[in-house]
């Protein structure tokens, strides 16, 4: 539940593994069975409408229903969302983490909000927060590095005007 002042608008980019999740146009994600120690994510890019209310009435509520272990009734749980605003370089590593993948993910479908990030701003940001200890991490870096290296070499840009009277306009 998105406070409509405080959040000008949204777009879920990623939750999980659920490919309908991500087609839905409802702002309501449906989770499936979560064991004891398990968590999920999901990633909203947020356009802010008043910040000023924001940082006083937070972004809106996470609503919850879950089931107990050896519970017979379900239980609803709501949770503020908070403005706690960080910059991405100093958020802990795990958000840096699912930010990257998030990003590595735009950047391969090529959408608009990545055209501007370059692949090295990437394997920086990711080198930034894995754990040599954890292989996933360490590959997820690796399988950057190797989409940056199968990448066309950037062009620098022409100036319009050169470019129009090359092409004879």
Do not use: C
Request: aromatic share 6%; hydrophobic share 40%.
């Amino acid at each position: 539940n998105l406070n409509p002042a405080a959040v000008h608008s949204y777009k879920l980019l990623g939750y999980e593994n659920r490919r309908g999740a991500l087609q839905s146009e409802q702002p309501m994600l449906v989770g499936g069975d979560i064991g004891s120690g398990f968590s999920i994510n999901a990633v909203f890019e947020i356009a802010s409408g008043d910040t000023a209310l924001a940082k006083i009435n937070g972004l809106g509520s996470l609503s919850m229903q879950y089931m107990p272990a050896g519970a017979s009734m379900v239980q609803k749980d709501s949770l503020p969302l908070q403005w706690n605003y960080l910059p991405l370089r100093q958020s802990p590593p795990a958000t840096r983490l699912i930010a990257a993948l998030t990003l590595f993910g735009q950047m391969l479908r090529k959408e608009e909000a990545t055209s501007h990030m370059r692949y090295d701003d990437l394997i920086s940001l990711v080198q930034s927060a894995a754990d040599a200890t954890q292989w996933q991490q360490v590959q997820l870096a690796q399988l950057i590095q190797k989409a940056a290296s199968l990448q066309p070499p950037q062009q620098p840009e022409r100036s319009k005007k050169r470019h129009k009277k090359r092409a004879g306009l």
